[in-house]
């Protein structure tokens, strides 16, 4: 059980658009729509943003968008703002009820 | 609303046992609809999952670190443990106890700092 595979740093200015991906394997991500994306903001615990790909808990903007393609997971941000800026984590479920993180990608907003 | 709380030591020397408990309040740890567990993170690095249990007692631990983990659950203390052996340098992080809803974390606990360190 590989951790998942995200950029570890992207970036982008308020008003612009960004996309985070997660890779895994047939064995994860490829297998299942049960993907979840968590924002994390420096000293917090970690907060769900999507999950089951692309489905938003209440009270998370719209601006953030799951989607999936193969063994590939992606988090969309749009019209970013500077409360955006944050580290994100993937998350997959892995089989034989284990999950699977990312190793984490750093937002920052210019 | 609910709310997860870590205890434990701060500190634990190399080669002993790192004990945390987790109590739920604000729901209960007996329902059949979620599954209670543990989320590591070292410091300046990312989320590792440790591990799930589910109320009846049914366990579920990340593959790489199985042979040293031991969660178990209290349903009368409404809380949930867990146990790691035979320590090193490199499990010292920040431990999480959370909620999870199918396969995704829908509460967590604020967190607690773990060092391992004589």
């Known amino acids: 059980q590989s951790a998942l595979t995200q950029p570890a740093s992207v970036s982008g200015s308020p008003g612009q658009s960004i996309t985070i991906s997660c890779t895994g394997t047939s064995s994860d991500v490829g297998s299942y729509n049960l993907v979840s994306w968590y924002q994390q903001h420096p000293g917090k615990a970690p907060k769900l943003m999507t999950y089951?790909?692309?489905k938003r808990p209440s009270g998370v903007s719209n601006r953030f968008s799951g989607s999936k393609s193969g063994n590939t997971a992606s988090l969309t941000i749009s019209g970013l703002q500077a409360e955006d800026e944050a580290d994100y984590y993937c998350c997959s479920y892995a089989g034989s009820s284990t999950l699977v993180f990312g190793g984490g990608t750093k937002l920052t907003v210019l | 609303q609910l709310q997860l709380q870590e205890s434990g030591p701060g500190l634990v020397k190399p080669s002993e046992t790192l004990s945390l408990t987790c109590t739920v309040s604000g729901g209960s740890i007996s329902s059949r609809s979620y599954y209670w567990g543990w989320i590591r993170q070292p410091p300046g690095k990312g989320l590792e999952w440790i591990g799930s249990?589910?109320?009846?007692?049914?366990?579920y631990y990340n593959p790489s670190l199985k042979s040293r983990v031991t969660i178990s659950v209290d349903t009368s203390k409404n809380h949930f443990s867990l146990k790691l052996s035979s320590v090193t340098a490199a499990d010292t992080a920040v431990y999480y106890c959370a909620r999870r809803s199918g396969s995704h974390i829908d509460y967590w606990g604020q967190g607690t700092l773990v060092t391992v360190s004589s």
């Open positions: 249990i589910y109320y009846s007692g049914s366990t």
């Open positions: 089951e790909v692309s």
